[in-house]
Nanobody, 127 residues
């Protein structure tokens, strides 16, 4: 089993920055990939960014490219998401996820790939 806890959400003005952190515990050595997803009110959960552990292969959704960065810290068992140049449409609950599988690169963007999920952290972007 793997447990995930997110932190770092909050309220920020447009153009601002936040760092979200996802701390993994339990059988962390089994993790093959981790991802960040978000869900805004009335919308489907969507993939934001993901990283495959074996080769550090990364995925970014088109709407965050150049603004968000996903980073893994092996020693701390954390995966952080750096959010820059935030926009009101980035407002959502952000959740991290993990899989004990060894997914192929093209699937790390899919929520069906992940069996472990955190509770989520709220990000609100507003003036």
């Amino acid at each position: 089993q793997v447990q995930l806890v997110e932190s770092g959400g909050g309220f920020v003005q447009p153009g601002g920055s936040l760092r979200l952190s996802c701390a993994a515990s339990g059988r962390t050595s089994s993790i093959g990939a981790m991802g960040w997803f978000r869900q805004a009110p009335g919308k489907e959960r969507e993939s934001v960014a993901a990283v495959r552990f074996g080769d550090n292969n990364k995925f970014y959704a088109d709407f965050v490219k150049g603004r968000f960065t996903i980073s893994r810290d092996r020693a701390k068992n954390t995966v952080d998401l750096y959010l820059n140049n935030l926009r009101p449409e980035d407002t959502a609950v952000y959740s991290c996820s993990a899989t004990a599988g060894r997914p192929i690169a093209s699937t790390i963007r899919s929520r069906q790939t992940y069996e472990y999920w955190g509770q989520g952290t709220q990000v609100t972007v507003s003036s």
